[in-house]
């Protein structure tokens, strides 16, 4: 494992729960979650306008600049070890002398996915890279655990989720606990220890699994999601997580239905759940077990966002970061959707913003006329919070994994 750095006296899990949870807003209150009850507007960026697109095609705001870490089949930089093809679902964990490692899932079907990791110095160097959970099928998103751990989650009817060592040195462990069918992404409640669990599947589900034990996901209760009035949810247990007497969605009657879950992040109380088939984001009150609809780009004209997918919440700013699918009629975007904290005098709250934070220019991503076209996936922050990473995950057919720089903000 990568070990902490103890002459801060900080544990493993200290350090890395601090890159997952935002504690920061909590201390704003219960009027700032309120704030969230009312859905997303267009807005400008708070980074300013797009550039001209880069040497790398990317057009940035001001101030920021971007480099290639990887490229599917081929050696990563300094390194001997040839990088995975179809990059999709990431994260990062901080290491004692400083750096951090980059873990990337490998979307690849019939037993050909898996993960690998990318370890930087703390000048940002590529020192190291290596495999860490080998012999899946089509990993696509997963999450961090607040214990330092990466669950890669199997996008196959039969689906696992597998708890992974970002350092490459332990074996990574199915945990069939959890559920088998077909996965997308998943996120701990640093608070509770439960899991949640995106279903990337048109009438999908909404998962939590309730560990026996403390930052232990062998064993469990999973259950599903029903939503009553007002969003008001309630969890259901699932008779039978292997799914043998039937798909697990359909074992419980009045199951809420998502139209394709993907992208699922915790962040300070609340669940973000992204949903493909009708672009929108979801948000679940851990605390309040209410769900409802934070962005909606039918409520939106020209909506600058669609076919949302993976995302991921900046711990300096709480922003959420959201990555499009291959769909719409100008893919290749990551949006920002930006709650807006209460100002004295506000007599209602203010609606969080949307905008584009980035696009992906030139050929090297597909026709989206086609099916020879890339996705937009894996967003992530290295632990300080000012290194953005993301894959397109079919560029140049292979795919390319980024990196973003620049001057990301703090909260308000």
Same mark, same amino acid.
């Given at each position: +494992?990568?070990?902490? !750095? ?17 504690? &920061? ?28 697109? !880069? ?29 995975? *093809? ?24 019939? =037993?050909? &996915? ?34 330092? @751990? ?12 597998? $708890?992974?060592? #970002? ?10 606990? +959890? ?9 701990? !409640?640093?608070?509770? =220890? ?66 394709? &879950? ?7 109380? /609340?669940?973000?759940?992204? /949903? @493909? ?22 409520? *939106? ?36 959707? @930006? ?9 209602? #709250? ?7 934070? +980035?696009?992906? /220019? ?35 057919? /292979?795919?390319?994994?980024? $990196? ?5 903000? =703090?909260?308000?």
């Amino acid at each position: +494992m990568a070990a902490a !750095d103890n002459s801060e006296g900080l544990s493993r899990r200290e350090l890395v729960g601090s890159g997952v949870a935002a504690a &920061g807003l909590l201390a704003l209150g219960p009027e700032f979650w309120e704030a969230l009850a009312r859905p997303a507007r267009r807005a400008r960026s708070p980074y300013g306008p797009l550039g001209t697109p !880069d040497s790398n095609g990317l057009r940035l705001p001001s101030g920021f600049t971007s480099r290639v870490i990887a490229r599917g089949a081929q050696p990563v930089a300094g390194t001997t070890y040839i990088w995975h *093809i179809f990059p999709d679902g990431g994260a990062t964990y901080r290491t004692s002398d400083g750096g951090w490692i980059l873990v990337s899932n490998s979307e690849v079907p019939n =037993g050909e &996915g898996g993960a690998s990791a990318i370890r930087f110095d703390s000048d940002a160097n590529i020192t190291d890279a290596y495999r860490i959970l080998s012999g899946t099928s089509s990993n696509c998103a997963g999450g961090p655990t607040p214990w330092g @751990t990466w669950l890669s989650c199997e996008e196959v009817d039969d689906g696992l989720v597998w $708890e992974c060592d #970002p350092d490459g040195i332990e074996d990574a462990v199915a945990h069939p606990a +959890m559920g088998t069918f077909k996965h997308e992404a998943a996120c701990i !409640d640093s608070r509770t =220890g439960f899991a949640y669990l995106s279903e990337d599947i048109g009438e999908g589900g909404l998962y939590r699994f309730r560990p026996k034990r403390d930052e232990d996901l062998s064993e469990g209760r999973l259950e599903i999601a029903k939503v009553g009035k007002r969003g008001a949810v309630e969890w259901v247990r699932v008779p039978d997580p292997s799914g043998v007497s039937g798909p697990t969605r359909a074992q419980v009657p009045g199951a809420a239905r998502f139209a394709r &879950g993907e992208g699922i992040w915790f962040d300070s109380g /609340t669940v973000y759940l992204a /949903t @493909t088939s009708d672009s929108r984001i979801w948000a679940y009150d851990t605390r309040r077990e209410r769900i409802r609809v934070l962005y909606d780009p039918e409520k *939106i004209k020209n909506p600058p966002l669609t076919d949302v997918d993976n995302i991921t919440v900046a711990k300096r700013s709480g922003d959420l970061y959201v990555c499009e699918d291959n769909g719409g009629d100008d893919p290749f975007d990551i949006a920002i959707i @930006t709650p807006q904290v209460p100002r004295p005098g506000d007599r209602r #709250p203010r609606a969080p913003k949307v905008a584009r934070f +980035m696009k992906l /220019t030139g050929p090297q991503h597909g026709d989206p006329d086609t099916e020879a076209v890339s996705e937009v996936a894996g967003v992530c922050f290295n632990p300080a919070g000012d290194r953005l990473y993301f894959s397109s995950q079919r560029a140049a057919v /292979t795919g390319i994994t980024y $990196e973003v720089s620049g001057p990301f903000r =703090g909260r308000p």
